[in-house]
């Protein structure tokens, strides 16, 4: 966890700038996930207006299988922005 009282200029700043990110993503991912949960709605527009749409059979284990892959994504370049170096001049 980020001290503010052992930071100094430049690493307080990207700090806490790093945790302001990390924090927006998260509030994203929470809301991606809500939004996510809408399968009812989305079941009753289609009802109500299913002459308009086609339905075709889907892979659910190739579903499953670029989630994950883009999980794995999404975490690994949340902890590569998570690791700062700084160097001195």
């Known amino acids: 966890m980020l001290h503010i009282q052992s930071c100094r ?8 700038w790093i945790k302001s990110w990390v924090d927006k993503m998260q509030e994203d991912l ?6 996510a949960s ?5 079941a009753e527009i289609y ?6 749409y086609t339905v ?14 883009d999980i794995e994504k999404l975490l690994s370049n949340r ?4 690791v700062v ?3 001195m001049v």
């Open 85 to 87: 170096e700084i160097r």
């Open 38 to 42: 809408g399968v009812e709605k989305l």
């Open 30 to 35: 929470v809301t991606l996930a809500r939004t």
């Open 56 to 69: 075709e059979a889907n892979n659910p284990r190739q579903l499953v299988e670029i989630a994950a892959r």
């Open 9 to 16: 200029g430049i690493q307080c700043i990207l700090g806490i």
């Open 79 to 82: 902890s590569k922005a998570l």
């Open 47 to 52: 009802k109500n207006n299913k002459d308009l």
